[in-house]
């Protein structure tokens, strides 16, 4: 195939991807993923069930919604969340970080999206932590894994502004693939009840479902 050929081709993929939403990308699922999940605890991981006090740190409330490539809500889809704590350490055995580990942190929850695809988590603020690169410091992000019938995505979010997001090698890798717009967090006004020095976001995730796969193909061949 010679290189105008191959060029045309990927730019028509391009315009036609475009009629619908872009997906979210995908990530590893990463050395830090619980191997000994806590017990379930919903939306709400501020308060431990083991020590029966709260995190520290900055409370943090995550909404979103799980869509296909059309835009419609995807129902039932298995959210599974989880991320460091305000100290930048994980609850994993695995976890070298040498900074402290809040006793009252489990950093993992599992949610199942309602009939509009929508979930919510109240938790803290994740802070940044050294790698085992020399002078790589990951910034305070989330993991997610989404679960369908039909889907799974391993992704990660990432909060506005921060000061090592411009360092980040991962973000780097996105802002190349002009997709880190699909990777950060839109910071929100706080609801009625929230603290007053909480934080919320909102993070959308948009999954390549069969049907939306069907209508994106259907509207390649009308052209």
């Not at 409330?61 to 129902?75: C, F, N, S």
């Not at 695995?94 to 489990?106: E, H, I, K, V």
Request: with cysteine; glycine share 6%.
């Amino acid at each position: 195939m010679s290189g105008d050929v191959a060029s045309e081709r990927q730019q028509q993929k391009l315009r036609e991807e475009a009629k619908f939403l872009p997906r979210t990308p995908s990530e590893e699922l990463g050395p830090m993923y619980p191997v000994d999940k806590p017990d379930e605890r919903g939306n709400d991981l501020v308060v431990s069930v083991r020590t029966g006090k709260p995190v520290v740190g900055q409370l943090l409330y995550v909404r979103g919604q799980v869509m296909d490539l059309t835009g419609a809500p995807v129902a039932g889809a298995e959210v599974e969340i989880w991320h460091a704590d305000p100290h930048g350490r994980y609850p994993h055995p695995c976890d070298l970080n040498p900074a402290p580990l809040d006793p009252s942190f489990s950093g993992w929850a599992r949610i199942t999206s309602d009939a509009e695809g929508r979930f919510r988590l109240r938790s803290t603020k994740p802070g940044p932590y050294p790698t085992s690169t020399p002078g790589w410091w990951r910034p305070p992000h989330v993991h997610f894994q989404v679960t369908t019938r039909n889907d799974r995505l391993i992704t990660q979010m990432y909060f506005p502004d921060e000061e090592l997001n411009d360092k980040d090698e991962l973000l780097t890798r996105h802002r190349r693939l002009k997709q880190d717009n699909r990777v950060m967090a839109r910071r929100l006004a706080l609801e009625a009840g929230m603290e007053k020095d909480a934080m919320s976001i909102e993070f959308n995730i948009v999954l390549p479902t069969p049907q939306s796969v069907e209508k994106q193909i259907a509207a390649r061949a009308k052209k």
